[in-house]
Structure formats: structure tokens, C-alpha cells
Nanobody, 121 residues
Framework: VQLQASGGGLVQPGGSLRLSCATS????????VGWFRQAPGKEREWVSY????????GYADSVKGRFTISRGNAKNTVYLQMNSLKPEDTAVYYC???????????????WGQGTQVTVSS
């Protein structure tokens, strides 16, 4: 049972990236999937979440209007489309699962390994 986050990289300000969160060993039905990020020297912060069952979503104010979370057609993938990226979006991005929608880090039980996003010119 694992989560795998991928899709990070180096992008210029104003650019876009799409992160993927894929499971192995289970499907995401009945779970909420959250994306979090952690910049050097800062605490891990919630970015977005989605209920895989009904598609309800939520976004942190800092990314609202720029990031979009979505479900893949398969029952084991969630995406985070990140547009209009800013240098302050630079962080390691993690996906995680919870039995319910929440912004609280410790309420997520299974975490992926993280993918680095660097926004720089």
C-alpha cells in the first residue's frame, strides 16, 4: 500500500506543472486526497484536497484560482494542475490520504514521498 507523487521540476515564474498522485495496492474510493507542501525551514502546509467519491474540492487562499485538483479516470490517481506559478510556490509537494476532507496534517495517515517543485528564473 503506497502513494507515489510525481511531476515536479524546475519551472520559470508564470509557468505550469502537473503533479500526479498514484496509489498502489488500493483504490481511492472512499478517501480524501490532500496535497501539502513544505518549503525549507517552514512547516508543512495544506494546499488542496478532493473527495474521491463525490469530487468535492478545497484550496488554500494562496493557490485559489491558480491550482486545480482533479481525479483521474482510473480509481487510483489524483492530479494537481499548477498554473501561474510563483517563486513562493517552491517547495516539496506531498500527497496524502484521509478518510474525510480535512486541512489538518496529522489527520492524513498515508503519505507519498514528495516531489520537488522549484519556481525560479
Amino acid at each position: 500500500v503506497q502513494l507515489q507523487a510525481s511531476g515536479g521540476g524546475l519551472v520559470q515564474p508564470g509557468g505550469s506543472l502537473r503533479l500526479s498522485c498514484a496509489t498502489s495496492g488500493f483504490t481511492l474510493n472512499g478517501y480524501a486526497v490532500g496535497w501539502f507542501r513544505q518549503a525549507p525551514g517552514k512547516e508543512r502546509e495544506w494546499v488542496s484536497y478532493i473527495s474521491f467519491s463525490d469530487g468535492n474540492t478545497g484550496y488554500a487562499d494562496s493557490v485559489k484560482g491558480r491550482f486545480t485538483i482533479s481525479r483521474g479516470n482510473a480509481k487510483n490517481t489524483v492530479y494537481l494542475q499548477m498554473n501561474s506559478l510563483k517563486p513562493e510556490d517552491t517547495a516539496v509537494y506531498y500527497c496524502a490520504t484521509s478518510p474525510y476532507l480535512t486541512t489538518i496534517v496529522h489527520e492524513y495517515g498515508l503519505w507519498g514521498q514528495g516531489t520537488q517543485v522549484t519556481v525560479s528564473s
